[in-house]
């Protein structure tokens, strides 16, 4: 099993009520449904006001890297990574479980 992790930084101007935020998340929402290969999907914005937090954040669990492979190609996952890389930039951690 892998752990997909994806810690997301809003660009400078860019706040969590901004329609393009909101639009990014939304365009996650119900991903674990459309993606099979997903096995737990979790995301939100982040609650923590520290100022070294992330803003936004995706969890998930794969099989295996065939699996990661089909869930970031998937086109319903392209469509919202895209949306958020042009808003933010971000950190990946994939990991075996």
């Given amino acids: 099993m892998i752990r997909h992790l994806v810690l997301f930084k809003l660009n400078e101007g860019i706040a969590k009520d901004d329609e393009r935020a909101l639009a990014a998340a939304e365009a996650f ?5 459309q993606i099979p290969e997903l096995l737990e999907w979790q995301h939100g914005f ?3 006001p520290r100022d070294i937090a992330y ?3 995706i969890n998930s669990l794969v099989a ?3 699996a990661l492979q089909a869930y970031a190609t998937h086109p319903a996952h ?20």
């Avoid at 929402?29 to 449904?33: I, N, R, T, W």
């Avoid at 042009?86 to 075996?96: K, R």
Wanted: hydrophobic share 45%; charged share 25%; glycine share 6%.
């Fill in 29 to 33: 929402e119900g991903l674990d449904q």
């Fill in 55 to 57: 803003d936004y954040a």
């Fill in 46 to 48: 982040n609650v923590s």
């Fill in 78 to 97: 392209v469509v919202g990574a895209q949306q958020w890389r042009e808003i933010a930039t971000l950190v990946v951690a994939d990991f075996e479980v």
């Fill in 64 to 66: 295996d890297q065939d």
